[in-house]
């Protein structure tokens, strides 16, 4: 159980075009949803706290009209990388949160390998 | 001050030998405690939950968690080639983000 899959795996794009990452839980519903930047040999950088039906809450220095999120329901969330530039290239990884609580943990996608020409 | 404190390593331990990996957090009202294990090139994939002082076993791994000390560990019993990642420390309040320590990378030497 608890399963969390994220789509594409990886993207390659042109300065300036849009991206979309898609991120599912697939056997539980996520009241929860976090986005999260990696670039290489440094830790996870966290983006934003998507919660179902409200808009997100992004960290300080994350641009909220660069970096879209949508999470339309209790399993599906998204991240838009608009206008992206090279330096965006990085690997995306989306995290879900079963329910509230102490107890809960969060479970990680296989992460969207971003690369921007 | 970093919120959460890992020693980067890289830590190599001889196959079939404990691993033992550390973690210091500085919010004292820290509830929930987490160990994950990133592959290279992979996301972290969750290990360890530990939520009340003292020891928690699953399988070959033990965590450990002492919050006077403000203190979290990892201990890989007859540690696997396979075990070779690098070992994430996660700290949270309740119902709160998690807080990521830098991370440690292990090398288990066959």
């Known amino acids: 159980g608890a399963v969390v899959s994220q789509h594409p795996s990886w993207v390659i794009c042109k300065s300036g075009t849009s991206v979309k990452i898609e991120c599912r839980s697939l056997?539980?519903?996520?009241?929860?949803m976090f986005w999260y930047r990696q670039f290489p040999k440094q830790s996870l950088m966290l983006m934003a706290t998507?919660?179902?039906?409200?808009?997100?809450?992004?960290e300080q220095g994350v641009e909220k009209d660069k970096f879209l999120i949508n999470h339309a329901s209790l399993t599906l969330s998204t991240l838009t990388v608009t206008s992206a530039h090279p330096e965006d290239s990085s690997f995306y990884i989306c995290?879900?949160?079963?329910?509230?609580?102490?107890?809960?943990?969060?479970?990680f996608g296989p992460g969207t390998r971003l690369t921007v020409l | 001050q970093k919120e959460v404190e890992q020693n980067s390593g890289p830590l190599s331990v001889p196959e079939g030998a404990i691993a033992s990996l550390n973690c210091t957090y500085s919010?004292?009202?820290?509830?929930?405690f987490f160990w994950y294990r990133q592959y290279s090139g992979k996301s972290p994939e969750l290990i360890m939950s530990i939520y009340s002082n003292g020891d928690k076993e699953d399988g070959r791994f033990t965590a450990q968690l002492n919050k006077a000390s403000q203190y979290v560990s990892l201990l890989i019993r007859d540690s696997q080639p396979s075990d070779s990642a690098t070992y994430l420390c996660a700290v949270s309040r309740v119902n709160e983000k998690l807080t990521f320590g830098t991370g440690t990378r292990l090398t288990i030497i066959p």
């Open positions: 998507s919660n179902e039906g409200s808009k997100a809450t992004y």
């Open positions: 056997d539980f519903q996520a009241t929860t």
């Open positions: 919010d004292r009202v820290s509830q929930s």
């Open positions: 995290s879900a949160k079963p329910g509230q609580g102490a107890a809960d943990t969060q479970y």
